[in-house]
């Protein structure tokens, strides 16, 4: 039997379906978007530098093949945590997963230590300048800083570009995402997080387009976006905004039967010819 292509447009694979009887049956293949929780922000626990953004989760698109009856894993990632105002704390996110297929979680911003590698990698700071690097397929580095106490950080990597450069005078902002329409609306995914800069000296860096926290905000949850690095505000300090959760969508012509169960409560719609399942939670599918 000829099998169901997802390169096919939705109206080839269509008639595909009709011209082959497949009505009734379970899908051959699905296209999924994959993507893990963001980077946590770096915290400004010495009170001489600034944190810098957290990478922004891992994405990864494309098709994959399906084994009628038997139950595949879903795995939604936590977004990092973002650094506390005492110790640099921050964490990555954490993997999403479908069945076989890993998005790596985002890598840390940073205050005083090396900034972490990840799906996206976090920005540099006054502290330690250099970014982390990203995975090539699933993300962007971070950007760099400028040595020196209060200058800005550079934000975190996203998964459509790299994140920008702090300077003397700004935060850098985060990187940008990359937007899908898998779900039935066009909606950005894993942008980093902005980085910091002390209050006096300019403005902080924005969050990227994808879900990616402004300074000292978190990353927007079920987007992978990356967390805003913390500073110290000349009062006091201020906290890492955490990174946003990931998120897990499949999607095949609606021609094909529904799955026989899943679980983690995914939503599931038909749009445009297509059947949808989201899940903001890990759970499981069978077809």
């Known amino acids: 039997m000829p099998q169901y292509s997802g390169m096919w447009t939705l109206s080839q694979a269509s008639q595909a379906i009709k011209d082959n009887n497949w009505v009734g049956l379970p899908p051959q293949n699905v296209e999924y978007l994959v993507v893990a929780g963001g980077g946590g922000g770096g915290s400004s626990a010495s009170g001489n530098s600034v944190g810098s953004g957290g ?10 093949g399906i084994t009628t009856g038997s139950s595949i894993t879903v795995t939604v990632g936590a977004g990092g945590t973002g650094g506390s105002t005492s110790s640099n704390n921050q964490t990555n996110g954490s993997n ?15 205050s005083g230590t090396a900034a972490s590698s990840g799906g996206s990698g976090g920005g540099g700071c006054s502290g330690s300048t250099s970014p982390a690097s990203g995975i090539s397929g699933q993300g962007n580095a971070g950007g760099s800083s400028v040595a020196g106490i209060y200058y800005g950080a550079g934000g975190g990597g996203g998964a459509g570009t790299v994140g920008l450069n702090g300077t003397t005078s700004s935060g850098g902002n985060g990187g940008a995402g990359i937007a899908s329409a898998i779900s039935g609306t066009v909606t950005t ?50 906290a890492g905004g955490a990174g946003g959760s990931g998120i897990v969508i499949i999607r095949y012509p609606d021609t094909f039967n529904a799955a026989s169960s899943t679980t983690g409560s995914p939503t599931i719609t038909t749009s445009g010819g297509f059947r949808i399942y989201k899940w903001t939670s890990s759970g499981s599918i069978t077809f």
């Open 189 to 238: 995914y894993a942008g980093g997080g902005g980085g910091n800069i002390s209050s006096s000296a300019g403005p902080v860096g924005q969050g990227g387009v994808g879900g990616g926290g402004t300074a000292t905000f978190a990353g927007t949850a079920n987007t992978g976006g990356g967390g805003g690095g913390g500073t110290y505000n000349g009062s006091g300090l201020v």
């Open 96 to 110: 999403s997963v479908f069945g076989s297929i890993t998005a790596t979680g985002g890598g840390y911003g940073v």
């Open 55 to 64: 990478g922004a989760g891992g994405l990864l698109a494309g098709f994959s």
